[in-house]
């Protein structure tokens, strides 16, 4: 079966799994995600046996071509065409996913007497299969292949802003499409920010060098952090970075199907928390990857989700000690039966 097919077929299964009679999809990452077909302006409506698309004249032979096994039309008005057929088919439950819309859309939606219910496309998402895995371990290798040719480049006088630059560049020479999300290079007291925006602050020397960085190939992230000293480290640096060193393994050791993910940051947490570092961790251990930079699963302690075979997620843990460094080591890792592959070599 097609592959795009049978991820409507699967979403159309799910659908009647939440006793819904449909869902809209609005957003062009989940259009594409299900037909394969990625082009702003056009709205699908899925029941749990049909589907249709509604989009302007200029998309329609192009769409039909590409994507036989749903029914597109060109209506005058997009939105009254999507109410006008869960109408006429009788589609009481109509859903949409807040989440996804703009504010216009689902104000629409809503008022229209449509049903809010998050995740059900992001759910299909979590879990890669042939294809997606292929990118993602393409967009990791790229990654981690960027960072050995760049690290030896890191020197006295650089600025992150001029290290994030080419740092891209490597990438999309190597293949990628463009990067993942802004590239986050700290040096010194900029790597005890999580979120720090790459400046032009110049590397000194005897200086903590972090990079948090990835690429898009094939429409699917990478993401990857590296901490190392520029210079001879002190002791203290020493000791944090074997620290988190440390706890990245006992997280990724928890890493496999079955597992909560809540499990994988329990274990970085308590191994940082037990060197009394525990308040200079303030993220969640990770996160999901695949068409977006962030997506389902999360792994912080609030977690509810079960890791299953096929997911590719972050282990991310950091300690950040505020106008000194910060240290965070990052993977990303494929899910497996027994354990995971760390894509990100």
């Known amino acids: 079966m097609n592959t795009n097919k049978k991820r409507l077929s699967d979403l159309q299964r799910l659908i009647k ?6 869902l ?3 957003r062009p990452l989940e259009q594409e995600f299900l037909t394969g077909f990625r082009m702003d302006g056009y709205v699908m409506l899925v029941s ?14 192009q769409f039909r071509s590409r994507v036989p096994f749903v029914s597109a039309s060109s209506p005058d008005n997009t939105l009254e065409a999507v109410l006008s057929k869960v109408r006429e088919k009788r589609l009481r439950r109509t859903a949409f996913e807040p989440g996804t819309e703009t504010y216009l859309r689902g104000s629409f939606w809503k008022k229209s007497g449509f049903i809010e219910r998050g995740g059900l496309t992001a759910s299909l998402r979590s879990v890669k299969e042939g294809s997606e895995i292929s990118a993602l371990r393409r967009a990791c290798r790229i990654a981690a292949r960027a960072f050995r040719l760049i690290k030896p480049r890191i020197k006295s006088g650089r600025t992150e802003i001029s290290v994030s630059r ?5 990438m999309q020479a190597m293949g990628a499409s463009g ?14 920010l999580p979120h720090h925006v790459s400046s032009d602050r110049p590397l000194k020397k005897n200086s903590a060098v972090l990079l948090d960085f990835g690429c898009v190939y094939g429409g699917y992230c990478s993401d990857i952090t590296r901490t190392y000293f520029y210079g001879r480290p002190d002791e203290e640096f020493k000791r944090v970075y074997s620290v988190v060193e440390r706890a990245q393994k006992a997280g990724l050791n928890k890493v496999r199907a079955g ?23 303030i993220h969640g251990t990770g996160h999901g990857v695949g068409l977006e930079i962030h997506e389902a699963p999360t792994l912080n302690t609030k977690s509810k989700e079960v890791l299953r075979a096929g997911m590719a997620v972050t282990v991310e843990p ?8 910060g240290v965070r080591i990052e993977d990303s890792v494929l899910v497996k039966k027994n354990g995971c592959e760390i894509l990100t070599r």
């Open 179 to 192: 990067p993942s999300f802004n590239l986050i290079v700290g040096f010194g007291p900029d790597s005890a």
């Open 318 to 325: 950091g300690i950040y000690l505020h106008g000194k460094f």
């Open 17 to 22: 799994k939440e006793k819904l009679d449909a």
């Open 259 to 281: 597992t909560p993910a809540s499990e994988v940051d329990k274990a970085c947490r308590d191994h940082i928390a037990a060197a009394g570092f525990g308040q200079h961790f």
């Open 166 to 170: 080419e740092l891209n560049d490597l």
């Open 24 to 26: 809209v999809v609005s």
């Open 48 to 61: 749990g046996t049909e589907a249709w698309a509604f989009m302007p004249k200029m998309l329609l032979e």
